[in-house]
């Protein structure tokens, strides 16, 4: 079974910085895409950025600008460089990854992390 788990999370003021990684127990380009989801109490889980394996990237207009993901791939890592953090980032942070399966009809599985938290307060 693919694990990913997520760290980095934490307690940082409005206008900080944190950096999140995903560890993933497989290599991570067996995923076609692998991105960040989040979620704030009460409110549904939301998409936030995402990284295929050849390196194209996007982020959800929320944190255009401020969030930057990457990856390492001889490390199976992925992260979520986040800057310029306000309130509204405050959230359980998750890991995503999709793989692609050829099969007569096309299989697609998702894998997730358990998530870590960000708390963006002064």
């Known amino acids: 079974q693919v694990q990913l788990v997520e760290s980095g999370g934490g307690l940082v003021q409005p206008g900080g910085s944190l950096r999140l990684s995903c560890a993933a127990s497989t290599n991570i380009l067996s995923f076609n895409v692998m991105g960040w989801y989040r979620q704030a109490p009460g409110k549904q889980r939301d998409w936030v950025a995402l990284i295929t394996k050849t390196g194209v990237t996007n982020y959800a207009d929320s944190v255009k600008g401020r969030f930057t993901i990457s990856r390492d791939n001889a490390k199976n890592t992925v992260y979520l460089q986040m800057d310029s953090l306000k309130s509204e980032d405050t959230a359980v942070y998750y890991c995503?990854?999709?793989?692609?399966?050829?099969?007569?009809?096309?299989?697609?599985?998702?894998?997730w992390g358990q998530g870590t938290q960000v708390t963006v307060s002064s």
């Open positions: 995503n990854g999709k793989q692609i399966v050829i099969t007569p009809d096309l299989d697609a599985y998702e894998y």
